[in-house]
């Protein structure tokens, strides 16, 4: 029996799924987002090694069997420019190309077909690894996160956030006193998939300045019109 280990997310970790099968690539990025991840999804070697090398991901689940270019060729690319962990699926189980996919670069290595609950354990695991060394714990000016209990508090007083709310406090918190575009929120919190039409950033964003500055006399959340948003400290605005 699988046993889950216990596990609290880096904040917005961004996977990269590349498979070309429909069916398993979008149940892959359907289970991986509902376990707190945010998913994109490429169905080819090329768009999948373009992706890696440009994006900032947390990891990749690399399909070995792709078209245009390999899972083996994605991951000597990737290898070459960054450090990715990096999870390798595949239809063979010979022990050769077990071996192949290791000394190439990947950090696990699971044969189709596979649990998903196996397949998030051993994500978990690779993540875990690298989240020893990441900060967890960001503050200003008496508002604070720490993103292995996933809590928030402004001057003392626990934030009750959404899973949304959090992963976007805890982006501007990493970044503050830096003005983020909207699609900059969107795509590191909801996904390169996010659909620009939409207001949900807009929302989500007045809904945790609701939480983060209505009670307080210093505002931190600010809009800066026509470029973005910014979290800092502005004594003109204090009321």
Do not use: C
Request: glycine share 8%.
């Amino acid at each position: 029996m699988l046993r889950y280990l216990p596990f609290n997310h880096p904040h917005n970790v961004r996977i990269l799924v590349v498979e070309d099968e429909p069916k398993l690539g979008q149940y892959l990025q359907r289970g991986l987002s509902e376990s707190g991840f945010v998913v994109d999804l490429a169905v080819t070697g090329i768009q999948g090694r373009d992706l890696a090398i440009q994006g900032d991901y947390g990891a990749m689940v690399l399909d070995v069997m792709l078209p245009g270019l390999d899972g083996f060729e994605v991951l000597r690319a990737v290898r070459q420019v960054k450090s990715l962990p990096v999870l390798m699926l595949t239809a063979r189980s010979d022990v050769e190309d077990r071996v192949r996919g290791l000394q190439s670069g990947a950090d696990d290595y699971l044969g189709k077909p596979f649990a998903f609950s196996e397949l998030l354990a051993r994500l978990q695991a690779l993540l875990r690894r690298g989240q020893l060394q990441e900060t967890t714990r960001y503050a200003h000016k008496g508002l604070e996160i720490d993103l292995t209990t996933r809590k928030a508090s402004r001057d003392g007083q626990r934030l009750d956030l959404t899973a949304k709310e959090f992963s976007l406090l805890a982006l501007m918190l990493k970044r503050q006193g830096q003005v983020l575009a909207r699609t900059v929120l969107a795509e590191q919190v909801w996904g390169m998939n996010f659909d620009s039409e939409t207001n949900v950033v807009e929302v989500t964003v007045r809904r945790l300045r609701a939480k983060i500055d209505d009670a307080f006399p210093d505002k931190l959340i600010h809009t800066v019109r026509g470029m973005g948003y910014v979290l800092e400290s502005r004594a003109e605005d204090r009321q």
